[in-house]
């Protein structure tokens, strides 16, 4: 059976909080019921289209998704049980604030049949915690991450670094700290200046200096050395983990697997095609009593599209991408995939690299992935 894995998009928050979409939609009220009937009927409408998939991972995100009652989660593994068979390894991944009040559901929601979670902690001193514009404090992030391994196998965390001012000796400092913790997962994310953001704002007037490409270089590659010598290497740009440990959901993007999408604003990959769900809850709930889903677009990628993205994708991680498996897959030839005059160059400098059919961004590539992806990929 061809491998599947199952997003649920939660959007609905503890409060209102700078981090959500949906502010106004706060957990007062909610008709968890109808919830539950509605994401199911999403459900069974990707099934449908899906039959005979083997679910190898489900991820519940969104807004708080560890608010939901565990009953609801109960329901909605149970449907996906119904709809689709399990692997017997499956996956299923809470992402998680680090708020005492959503740490106190954890050990139900692992009786529900969650078995690994994600958690936001971002930093682990106050300060960094406040320019972050985060609404916990690092002593309720910690006792959130303390109960989440008393109750699930697996336990991942993210940080922040490549912070304004942020010293080689202060970042290997918090992350010695954060290898002791002893997860088998880490995220650990550079800090980027979005536009639109409060910090492109705070730059743009000058009250916000980012650190500057050279520093950054330097941290990232401390970041590989010590995760390294920890055991947890790096499998993807961002992400590292002990064998065995990898977030096999993740993996599925990042290999340009198939993936459904449901609830508001979920997005998928399937059979060629991408899915956007309608953004906007009460949207989403008027399309599924109209249509019987949530779907607000479907539509279908040329070879070409899905090649650049799979491309895209897959050179984020160590292993790269097998370039004989996606000519294949897509029907195309080498030279749409990737520009080989490009490839031969990086390649000579010691950025990319081939290992048979395999095409892979080298640790000194990764810290120039995004100029590198523009100049490669010829999809």
């Known amino acids: 059976m061809d491998p599947l894995a199952l ?8 409060a209102k909080c700078p981090y959500c979409d949906f502010n106004s939609h706060v957990r007062d009220g909610v008709d968890h019921d109808q919830w539950l009937t509605a994401l199911i009927a999403d459900m069974t409408h990707e099934a449908a289209r899906l039959p005979g998939r083997r679910l190898t991972s489900i991820f519940f995100g969104g807004g708080t998704p560890s608010l939901m009652p565990p009953a609801l989660v109960e329901g909605l593994l149970a449907a996906a ?3 689709w068979t399990l692997d017997p390894d499956i996956e299923i991944t809470l992402e998680a604030n680090p708020s005492s009040v959503e740490a106190a559901r954890f050990a139900a929601l692992a009786s529900a049949g969650i078995n690994r979670v994600s958690l936001g902690l971002q930093a682990l001193d106050d300060q960094t915690l406040r320019f972050l514009g985060r609404l916990h404090d690092t002593r309720e ?3 959130a991450l303390d109960i989440a391994q008393r109750h699930f196998g697996r336990v991942s965390f993210d940080l922040i670094y490549a912070r ?3 010293t080689p000796a202060q970042w290997q400092a918090e992350l010695a700290r954060a290898l002791a913790f002893g997860t088998g997962h880490l995220s650990l994310y550079q800090l980027t200046i979005e536009p639109g953001t409060r910090f492109a704002t705070l730059v743009r007037e000058g009250q916000l200096t980012p650190l500057d490409n050279d520093a950054a270089a330097d941290l990232f590659a401390l970041t590989r050395a010590m995760t390294d010598a920890a055991g947890l290497p790096a499998y993807e740009i961002s992400n590292h983990a002990r064998a065995g440990e990898q977030s096999r959901h993740n993996l599925t993007y990042w290999r340009y697997g198939d993936y459904a999408g449901i609830g508001p604003g979920a997005h998928g990959r399937r059979l060629g095609q991408a899915t956007t769900r309608h953004r906007k809850p009460e949207n989403w709930l008027a399309a599924i009593a109209r249509d019987g889903h949530g779907l607000a677009e479907q539509r279908t ?9 799979a491309l895209l994708m897959g050179l984020r991680l160590g292993e790269g991408v097998d370039l004989a498996a996606l000519s294949t897959r897509f029907a195309l030839p080498h030279d749409a995939l990737i520009n080989p005059t490009k490839a031969r160059f990086y390649a000579d400098l010691g950025l990319v690299r081939r290992d048979g059919d ?8 990764m810290p120039l992935l995004d100029g590198l992806l523009g ?5």
């Open 7 to 14: 997003y649920i998009h939660w959007p609905f928050c503890l």
């Open 164 to 166: 304004p001012g942020q």
């Open 375 to 379: 100049e490669l990929v010829a999809a």
């Open 81 to 83: 049980a119904r709809l």
């Open 141 to 143: 992030g910690l006792a």
């Open 301 to 309: 990628l040329a070879p070409d599209e899905q090649a650049g993205e």
């Open 358 to 365: 395999r095409l892979i961004v080298t640790p000194d590539g």
